[in-house]
């Protein structure tokens, strides 16, 4: 499926396959509609979905995609596709069980398999000066599925500037939530099918008054003066290196910031 740039697309699909597998091009928008009204963004589709009437798509412990299941209910759903500068598509395409779970994952993918704990994340660049962050728990499977908790963690705090406000800033992030990764030989990361409850809270200063806050992550889009200083996608960069040690997630802030979670291997 596609939209043109500035242009329309909508297309009925009935979801049948024990797995469906959407691959979205960078910059699609758009919305899937589904029966039970539970709406998903199209920039959240990217991956697997289980998509069996009894929702059971686990792979066995030890096959090549042994890992959680991310559930969507079977059946006919709506998807509409918006282009914006440029073509979006949406490739839609189902498979078994036994076809996912006999999968295998690119070689750099597979280093990241395993048990991960941040030992710093940091934030730099326009209107950021931020560091902190150890003790987030991550588990990478080898089908792609990660979960990530948040409980726990160290602060990340430092000094956020904007037009308006010079401010010091300390927060943390609460709650578990993942996704589907695909990493592929470049290092290039997709991060797609977001699942979980979190958030972040925490507290600005400016002039001597502090303001507590907190964002929603999961459920609401960020909203308010922190929002910009908070990293509102707690999932780590698209660019991964990996070794037998250290796990390196880099992305881009909002308004340029170069973001770096870096992990340990347990």
Known sequence: MSAGAAANAILRLNLTADVTTFTVSDGAHGRLGQANNDDK???ELDGDWCTREDQQCSCPQGSVGAGADIPMSPGEVWL???GGLKTATVKVTGQSVSQLCARKPA???????GTWTTTEVTANGPGLDLTGGAGVKMKVGSSGIVTVTFDGMAPIGGLYVNEAVTAGVVYTYEGSGGYQLRVAESGKATIGSQFGKYSASGKLTV???TVPFELPLSTAPA???ASGAVDTNPFGGKDMTCDATTLTQTGTGPHGQKIVWTWRRD
Not at 107 to 113: E, H, N
């Open 107 to 113: 070689t750099r993918q597979q280093c990241a398999v």
């Open 80 to 82: 509409a596709l918006t």
């Open 41 to 43: 963004l199209v920039s």
């Open 223 to 225: 909203a308010g003066q």
């Open 207 to 209: 002039a001597r008054v």
